[in-house]
């Protein structure tokens, strides 16, 4: 008897619609898998066997073949459990065979019957919905990311039993009346992070608001406990509100790693991902030997990326930072097959001035020699300086700026409401790229200064020793301000700001 | 290019050996000399300090390696990293001659990064001195070797920054006991960098509070250099006057204490530092020199 059940697998990031075939004949009791599929797949069929006994239906006696289609696409994962255990009860007869042609089945199974939950369910379910599919029985653990997905019907399911009474009609399907909007504000906590925790440092919180506004690379350096960790975990808190689309991007990111289903809610924040130093390549990037999976700069897609302690990162891994940073994904190839990640997002790093840590610092001294000096500003001179627009130098604050109890500083509500104010701006000039990726060809468009400017940053090339790059950046930079301020064109006073952010052009510069 | 074929070897016998260098405890038998022979009698005076050097070393560095040069005094030095190198850079910028005396041979020369420093010097029609043939890399113990070269070269030495063990202490050392006389470039009793120049005031040396003083005694006419005028708007009067009153101060507390937005502070200081009025290192802004 045949039967066929639709469902999907994740490749990389992607939904693959996959119809799961099965055929009961007459033969030796044995179940066939095929249709390239991995261990995990072809492990299910003990789990189907003891889900289907424990959940009180008859296993046939006979000879299953499972075929999984297309046959020419490697499946993995065990979310084609409950699909498989449907199809075999389909073919026994258990369910309607019209009903099922109006589901589509992700889950895994457990020996008792109970269905788990499973990584990547927000893939496959846009698979799906792009598929047309009506009705979509996933695991209850997955219930929450299911919410992004419109136009699908979604009924969460906790057991074999409940998913074969909901197919054949005789429970209630209809339960989900949760939309996006009213999930988002119910499980939106109140920010507990916010800039106004921050006294003083008025000076780094204007470079990071330029920053977030343009989507600049920032380097903040300075001695330790100076408050750069403080400060980039409070990034986030700035950035604007994300779309429902990047929501979704950002979702499928987590849901592929398996973190939605595990924390129990969506990440409807911003991701603030910060890798230590001793960080692999392919925990970086992404990468594994079967299929990728999504690497930091990945999971960092619509955030912020913050690299602490950046020096102590291996050069290579800072360098290959480059690709992805311009194209906003990364690509990894494995067995013939193409894998794309998107990787959009705010870099922010921080770095001790010295070996030590406190070189000019006004309390402590510098232990470092003169080598160790010049080896570290080596390091931080090279692919570093290439991937920022601004760098800034933060300074312990003084025990009078922690007291004084009304000058709190700008608080994160201001200067979100300031880098709203700059990018709304700018796309009302009709720029709808950050500034921070203008290509040269758009700083020559949307960066050109009058005789006044021009005289100044000529002034600024030869006495502040400028770099072509680093006259470039400044542009960007200045571009940025200008929209902050909500001027048409670049001013004096915005060259002259953005040039104090500038960056490092030789070795002999103070960091 | 510099031509390594030119250079010269002098020893005790020779007419251009110097004679100050004859009178020295332990002088050296031969010297191997690149550039201008004629500069190793002439009256100079040696600048060293430390390698590791703060702000206010290097400022002082520079100057005085600029003022000396614009009075055509030639000026001895190590060509060593930090203070050494920018005494040297000063005399470059004053269009005025240098001496630098190596610890290894000359073709052998270190620190890399000053290399082009000595041909700099070289071209600038300056000299090269090393006691050591020129294929000789340099050792440990060469360095506080050379440094009885530099003072023995020299009328007075002027130690600009040194901490309490720095070489700079040793070539000091040997200035005293080769009868030269020793200035040295008070600094803040709190600085590490500093400790070892005060300690030297402390034991006779003649603290250096104007350049023109040195020159003087060296018996050299004080030329003027060329100092421009800055003009300086309200904004960038208000902002150096704050700045005076701190040794290094951040933007953050200027835009406190004037009551401006950091953004203003930091276009006018950058402006400022277009203009040469302000330096800033470590994000501390601190005041070029004195208007």
Known sequence: MFSKIKSAVCIGIEGKAIN??????????????????????????????????????????????????????????????????IAVLTSMQYIDRREIEKYGLIG?????????GVEAVLP??????????????????????????????????????????????RLDTDERSVTLSSYIEEISNPECLDFADIRGQDSAKRAITIAVTGRHGLLMVGSPGCGKTMMAKRIPTIMPKMTT????????????????????????DRPFRSPHNSIGRAGLMGGGTQSPIPGEITLAHNG???????????????????QPIEEKSITHIRNGITYTFPCNFQLVMAANPCKCGYYGDSERMCKCSQNQLLQYRRKMSGPMMDRIDLRIRMEKVSYEEISEIENKGLSSCEMKTAVEKGISFSKSMGRYKSNGDMTDAEIDEYCSLGTEEEALMKNAYSKLSLSPRSY?????????????????RIRCEHLAEALSYRVMTSINEET | MIDYNKIEKIDMESDDYPERLREINNPPRQLYCLGDISLLSSVSAAVVGSRKYTLYGKSVATMIGRRLAESGVPVVSGLANGIDSFAHMGVLEGQGKGIAVLGSGIKMMGPTRNRQLMFDLVEAGGLVVSEYESELAATPWTFPLRNRIISGLSKIV???????????????QHASEQGRMVYAVPGNINSQFSIGSNLLIRDGAIPLIVVDDAIRDLGYEIQEGDERKIQLGDDEIKI???VRKYNGVTPDIIANSLNMRVSEVNAIVTVMEIKGVVEICCGKIHLAKSI
């Open chain 1, 108 to 116: 895994e199974l457990s020996l008792d019957g109970n269905v788990l």
């Open chain 2, 158 to 172: 002027i130690v600009v920054e040194a901490n309490y063990n720095s070489g700079a202490l040793i070539t000091a």
């Open chain 1, 124 to 169: 496959m379910l846009l698979c799906m919905a792009q598929d047309k599919v009506e009705n979509v029985i996933i695991p209850r653990a997955n219930a929450s990311e299911a919410v992004l997905v419109d136009g699908i019907n979604i009924i969460p399911v906790n057991s074999l039993r409940e998913c074969v009474d909901v197919i054949n009609g």
């Open chain 1, 304 to 322: 912020v990326l913050f690299l602490d302690e950046v020096c102590e990162f291996d050069r290579d891994k800072i360098e290959s930072l480059r």
């Open chain 1, 472 to 488: 470039r950046k400044t542009l960007k930079v200045a571009r940025t301000i200008a929209d902050i301020d909500e001027s048409e």
């Open chain 2, 240 to 242: 150096i006057s704050e």
């Open chain 1, 245 to 268: 689309e990047e929501l979704v991007e950002t979702a499928i990111v987590y849901s592929i790693i398996g973190k939605n289903n595990r924390e129990g809610t969506i990440c409807i």
């Open chain 1, 20 to 85: 799961v075939e099965v055929d009961i004949s007459n033969g030796l009791p044995n179940m066939n898998i095929v249709g390239l599929a991995s261990t995990s797949i072809m492990e299910a069929r003990e789990r189907i066997k003891s889900a289907i006994l424990n959940s009180g239906y008859e296993y046939p006696r006979g000879r299953i073949t499972v075929n999984l289609t297309p046959a020419d696409i490697h499946k993995s994962g065990s979310n084609l459990d409950l699909p498989m255990a």
